[in-house]
């Protein structure tokens, strides 16, 4: 039996290259985006390059509750189980603090921090339901590592990845009589869409599939001594010049 992999905002990035790697070791893959059209053509390359898996994607607001209550709901109608769920969902729009109001700060909180819970509070919903070991993978960034070198403009993404560690932790404890593992990966300078747009000037240390492929390293391991609890800062792929 097929593993099942859930991937939020997969429709780019470094959420697509997640797709593309897990379809290559053999699993379901299930990807959603908020963006019907981005996720259209995501789909359309997934499917052309792996016709023999089973391969589909929905629309969702991953910081809406129903909306994401019933994206799992469809899946789990769809395979019965879900194995692994990785909570790719992110927003950056760098701003100076005293400009920084309300508005932007909820989208930047709801966007990184409360589509990781949601993610996470559905996983488990479905995943206590079945046996065997299941995996959660959080995507946090260096802005959420202590002691890191942090930038201006990014108070609000800062403090959500921060949280998405901290959001980690404490569900690796409550997971671990249930047999989900619940780790997160804190990369660097991707080049993304994301990146590319708030830091035109700046050339990213890395590649959203060699962060993929670390990423994987977390989360593809079903074994009885698999990890949890873990937090992978990405430390070599800082700013680069």
């Not at 070991?133 to 002691?147: A, H, T, V, Y």
Request: contains cysteine; charged residues 15%.
């Amino acid at each position: 039996m097929h593993k099942v992999a859930l991937v939020t905002g997969a429709s780019r990035g470094l959420g697509f290259a997640f797709a593309e790697l897990l379809a290559t070791h053999g699993f379901n893959v299930v990807i959603c985006s908020s963006n019907k059209e981005s996720l259209q053509a995501a789909l359309a390359t997934l499917h052309k390059n792996f016709a023999d898996r089973s391969v589909c994607g929905f629309v969702c607001d991953m910081t809406n509750d129903d909306s994401v209550n019933e994206l799992f709901d469809r899946v789990y109608d769809m395979y019965g189980h879900i194995d692994l769920t990785i909570n790719n969902v992110g927003y950056l729009e760098l701003r100076d603090f005293t400009n920084y109001d309300i508005q932007l700060w909820g989208k930047s909180i709801g966007l990184n921090l409360t589509s990781c819970y949601l993610g996470c509070r559905y996983s488990f919903k479905y995943m206590t339901q079945c046996g065997g070991k299941k995996n959660i993978l959080n995507i946090s960034s260096l802005s959420g590592i202590r002691f890191t070198q942090k930038f201006k403009g990014m108070s609000a993404y800062i403090a959500s990845k921060h949280a998405v560690v901290g959001l980690t932790e404490s569900l690796a404890v409550e997971g671990a009589e249930f047999g989900i593992n619940v780790n997160c990966l804190a990369p660097g300078s991707i080049h993304t869409d994301m990146f590319t747009s708030n830091f035109p000037s700046i050339k990213a240390a890395s590649t959203a599939k060699r962060v993929a492929e670390i990423g994987f390293k977390l989360c593809g391991d079903f074994s009885s001594t698999s990890m949890t609890g873990v937090t992978l800062d990405l430390m070599s792929d800082t700013l680069g010049a």
